[in-house]
């Protein structure tokens, strides 16, 4: 029997459809945003998906679930010297997510952040969170940073994972994180025929340049930025930024054959983020943007070409998923089987 998951937060489904492959079955899928819950009904039309705002779910019918897991989007809590627990958390989409597990009182669950969260408020937004999840019946292992370069995705880009498993569980509970792989994926694993991908990726929509963003970029080789311009285009490209300190080494960018990927955003083409192709003067295209977060080529994207990039770019790398849902399932494994 493969482990029931419920998902919250979906997206386009880089989490889930990477849980999937690693043997998960979701029984759930709630994504409020009506344009990535038609590409989750397009692509898995068995898929069970709410579009719903979480706020109306009603969790108790799936108790005893074995999984749940989501990106809650973080939003910042007040603190007043207070030790926060399950009800002030009101109003964040965290007390959701938490309503859910309590509701719900699924055995493990995983949830997904922004590295940002480990320093936010020195550290203190993170524990709240533990503290909540912990009052709720839960033993939270050490949060862990990982880096999907390690894990077969062609991209520079950092998640923030929390596992906790139901405290009857804790001393049969065994988790092992994914071990950090040696071979570091380039964009042209990505986008040309190779171990990741069994053809060259196909042409599709793409935003374009504004033509002066265009003539600059020109002058920019692979691999380099801004500082490759001539100085007078500098400051004139750059403006104010140009005065303070820092690399900000990700402006103007024109990524190179073979390097992974600077970390996608939810658009292309707009400043201060730049990420150029190699050899044309433009930015990644929808296929390409996809490739680059490891989805497989048939998952498609619905919504317009702006919205698609929005749901990529939001995503969890798939293969960055995958290692983490093997990991999951085996620690689902060790408090059945122990």
């Known amino acids: 029997m493969k482990p029931k998951g419920i ?24 994504e409020i945003d009506k344009h990535a819950s038609a590409s989750l009904q397009t692509n898995r039309p068995n898929w069970n998906i709410l579009c719903e705002d979480i706020k109306n779910i009603d969790f108790k019918p799936y108790k005893g679930v074995d999984l749940l897991t989501g990106g809650f989007p973080c939003q910042a809590f007040s603190y007043a010297g207070k030790k926060l627990g399950f009800e002030d958390t009101r109003g964040t989409l965290f007390f959701d997510f938490a309503r ?29 969170m533990i503290d909540v999840l912990e009052e709720l019946g839960y033993h939270i292992f050490e949060p862990k940073v990982l880096k999907a370069i390690y894990h077969k995705v ?39 025929k190779g171990e990741l991908y069994d053809s060259d990726v196909k042409p599709s929509i793409g935003q374009k ?46 990524i190179s054959w073979n390097e992974p990927c600077l970390t996608l955003t939810c658009s292309p083409a707009q400043n201060q983020t730049e990420r150029c192709h190699p050899e044309e003067t433009r930015p990644f295209e929808v296929r390409e943007y996809a490739r680059i977060q490891t989805f497989p080529d048939e998952w498609k994207f619905e919504g317009s070409m702006n919205q698609q990039y929005r749901q990529i770019g939001n995503a969890v790398p798939v293969n960055l998923a995958y290692a983490v849902g093997k990991s999951v399932v085996n620690l689902l494994k060790s408090i059945h089987h122990a």
């Open 209 to 254: 340049y504004p033509q002066k963003k265009k003539e600059v970029l020109k002058l920019i080789p692979p691999g380099g930025y801004w500082k490759d311009l001539p100085l007078y285009l500098q400051k004139e490209y750059m403006k104010k930024s140009f005065y303070l300190g820092g690399g900000k080494t990700g402006i103007a960018r024109r």
């Open 7 to 30: 998902e919250l937060f979906a997206g386009a489904g880089g989490l889930a459809l990477g849980l999937e492959k690693a043997g998960i079955n979701h029984i759930l899928l709630n």
């Open 154 to 192: 062609p991209q520079k880009r950092e998640r923030l994972f929390i596992i906790g498993v139901k405290k009857e569980y804790k001393n049969k509970a065994k988790l092992i994180w994914p071990k950090p792989l040696k071979n570091i994926y380039t964009l042209k694993d990505a986008l040309k």
């Open 100 to 128: 859910a597990l309590k509701e719900s009182e699924a055995k493990v669950f995983l949830a997904e952040n922004v590295r940002g969260l480990l320093s936010h408020e020195g550290g203190k937004t993170l524990q709240s």
